[in-house]
């Protein structure tokens, strides 16, 4: 079984702070993802890996920046917090092939006070 | 611009029945379309998808339907149980952004014993 795994469960920070939100995933894939949820809103791609050092902005990229400087590994950092940030943020993984899923971590729901 | 839309944030099943959850997309390019399953606190998991060169695709209870035509997808619950409640999140891909997928609002299935 794929697994992704979200280094918190819950954070609280303050506003202006950097915010640093880390991913895991076990299964050597290529592509990584950053997501946030909101009600209402559903699932919104923030930014995207297709390989080691590579990096593509999602559909909501302001406010964020990403790193992955191993393959398994996909940060997603806040370079000064906001409250609007406070959210769910999900990271997914895929294997780039024909028809195949991303496979999600439990998420990381961020409180910014 | 929603490109993927989930026009009914809830919907209410006695258990036993049938649960269909409805998805619209606007976009003629896509060529994949999946379905998540998310419970409170828990990331996605991947549910059922099918292929635009396919109408039908079946795994258990759970059949995903596909009218191109219409732009229209649906997911088919029999029977319904109360472990199905959850949220419900259809997803698109076009072939030309590789692993990027695009969501809906998501539905809210709640089963009633």
């Known amino acids: 079984d794929v697994k992704v795994t979200q280094s918190s469960r819950y954070l609280v920070k303050r506003t202006g702070e950097k915010v640093f939100l880390e991913c895991v995933q076990d299964?050597?894939?290529?592509?990584m993802f950053w997501y946030r949820q909101d009600p209402g809103l559903g699932l919104r791609l923030i930014y995207f890996s297709y390989d080691v050092k590579m990096k593509e902005k999602g559909d909501i990229p302001e406010g964020y920046s990403v790193s992955r400087e191993k393959k398994e590994r996909f940060s997603l950092i806040l370079e000064s917090a906001s409250t609007n940030q406070t959210s769910m943020y999900l990271c997914?993984?895929?294997?780039?092939?024909?028809?195949?899923?991303?496979?999600f971590g439990d998420g990381t729901r961020l409180s910014i006070l | 611009d929603q490109q993927v839309k989930q026009n009914s944030p809830s919907l209410s099943v006695q258990e036993g029945r049938i649960s269909i959850l409805n998805c619209d997309y606007t976009?003629?390019?896509?060529?994949?379309f999946l379905w998540y399953k998310k419970y409170p606190a828990e990331g996605p998991t991947f549910l059922i998808s099918i292929s635009s060169i396919k109408d039908k695709n079946e795994d258990g209870r759970f059949t995903v339907f596909l009218n191109k035509s219409a732009k229209h997808l649906s997911l088919h619950i029999v029977p319904s149980q109360p472990g199905d409640s959850a949220v419900y999140f259809c997803?698109?891909?076009?072939?030309?952004?590789?692993?990027?997928?695009?969501f809906g609002t998501g539905t809210r299935l709640a089963v009633r014993p």
């Open positions: 299964m050597d894939h290529e592509n």
């Open positions: 997914a993984s895929s294997v780039t092939g024909i028809n195949q899923p991303q496979h």
């Open positions: 997803a698109s891909r076009k072939k030309s952004s590789g692993d990027k997928l695009t």
């Open positions: 976009n003629s390019m896509f060529d994949y």
